[in-house]
Structure formats: C-alpha cells, structure tokens
T-cell receptor
Framework: EAGVAQSPRYKIIEKRQSVAFWCNPI?????LYWYQQILGQGPKLLIQ????????DSQLPKDRFSAERLKGVDSTLKIQPAKLEDSAVYLC????????????FGPGTRLTVL | KQEVTQIPAALSVPEGENLVLNCSFT??????LQWFRQDPGKGLTSLLL?????REQTSGRLNASLDKSSGRSTLYIAASQPGDSATYLC???????????FGKGTLLTVNP
C-alpha cells in the first residue's frame, strides 16, 4: 500500500513570494490533514478535510494561507504572501475516517523563507 | 485547551542502555495517546497507541504506559540501539473531536 505522498520535498523562497504544496493521501482515506511543524516544536494542525469539505480550519492564518481538496482526493496548501515565520515543515496526513485510531503522515515539505 | 509536555527535550545514552521518555497532558478526557517517531527529513511513524481504557501497550523493545488520572504516559525503550536515534513525539487525541495535540518531542541519541 502506497503511503501519503507530498511534493516538493524542499522549497526555498523569498518573503512576500507565493508557494504551493501538494499532497496525495492514501487511497480510500476520507480525512486529510495539513500540519505545520516549526523547528523544535510538535506539529500543529492547520486544516482538516473530510472528503472535499473543511471540518476545521480554526488555526489556519486565512489572510495568507489557503487550502483545497478537489474531488476529495489530492489537496493543495498555498501561502501567499510568505513571511519569514512561515519557515517550517508542512506535513500532510490522512486517515480512513475522522474517528480512525491513527493518522498516516507523509514525509513533509521543508519550506525556508528568506 | 490540551497541553502536552515532554521531558527531557534531549537525551544521549550509550548503546544497550534502557531508557524512559516522559509525556504529560493537562486534560484527561482523551480518546487515546500515541507515540510517534520522527527521523530527520521524514514524516512521523506511529509506534504505539494506547486506548484511554488501557494501561499499556508493547511492541518489541518498546513499552508505553498510560495513567489518565495523573495525566502521564511513558515510553520505555529496552536495550537501546544506534538505530533508535530519532525524535520521539507523544500526542493526545481529543475525546470529542479526535484532534491530535503534540508535545515538542524528545531528541534521542544512542551512541555506539
């Protein structure tokens, strides 16, 4: 069974530029999560999708971050414009259902904002 | 709001030593408690999951315990190996919305 795929793996941009990250969850998983992990911290949930609908985006900085999950499969997370404090690893995870016992994480995208 | 704390932040041990990583949480209304491993440049790998009704779980050289009443969990690693070097994260899962709240992790280095 293929795991959660993410791309790109690394991205370096200058502040005020825009960037997009892509995630392909495990086949059949209805729930998809985007987390932000700043160096030295644990992952923090940004947004949670159930199929193609948003379940929770309470911690998503909506003035600059946006996410979508078209057709309930792949998802894209965008930052526009980026700030220095957005430098982090962005992790995508998926689970079969919301109440699934565990989530499966992708390798992450490391973003550096200069 | 749930807060998860992990102690120590970093730990360095010689190969073969038994060790304990600690995790504490403020809200005992959890669905389950999970331990993850994170290697540099990689995502999180689930190691052990303890349901709220359970006291411990074991997998190979790993044993995790849960004491909901005191808000604590420990991860015990027996006979540590250099390949165990990684960051270990614990996460509580909320009993109402199933969200994960992570600690900051413990960076473990096992020296040959």
């Amino acid at each position: 069974e293929a795991g959660v795929a993410q791309s790109p793996r690394y991205k370096i941009i200058e502040k005020r530029q825009s960037v997009a990250f892509w995630c392909n969850p495990i086949s059949g998983h209805a729930t998809l999560y985007w987390y932000q992990q700043i160096l030295g911290q644990g992952p923090k949930l940004l947004i949670q999708f159930q199929n193609n609908g948003v379940v929770d985006d309470s911690q998503l900085p909506k003035d600059r971050f946006s996410a979508e999950r078209l057709k309930g499969v792949d998802s894209t997370l965008k930052i526009q414009p980026a700030k220095l404090e957005d430098s982090a690893v962005y992790l995508c995870a998926s689970s079969l259902v919301v109440r699934a016992k565990t989530q499966y994480f992708g390798p992450g995208t490391r973003l550096t904002v200069l | 709001k749930q807060e998860v704390t992990q102690i120590p932040a970093a730990l360095s041990v010689p190969e073969g030593e038994n060790l304990v990583l600690n995790c504490s949480f403020t809200d005992s209304a959890i669905y389950n408690l999970q331990w993850f491993r994170q290697d540099p440049g990689k995502g999180l790998t689930s190691l052990l999951l303890i349901q709220s009704s359970q006291r411990e779980q074991t997998s190979g050289r790993l044993n995790a315990s849960l004491d909901k009443s005191s808000g604590r969990s420990t991860l015990y690693i027996a006979a540590s190996q250099p390949g165990d070097s990684a960051t270990y994260l614990c996460a509580s899962v909320d009993g109402s919305n199933y969200k994960l709240t992570f600690g900051k992790g413990t960076l473990l280095t096992v020296n040959p």
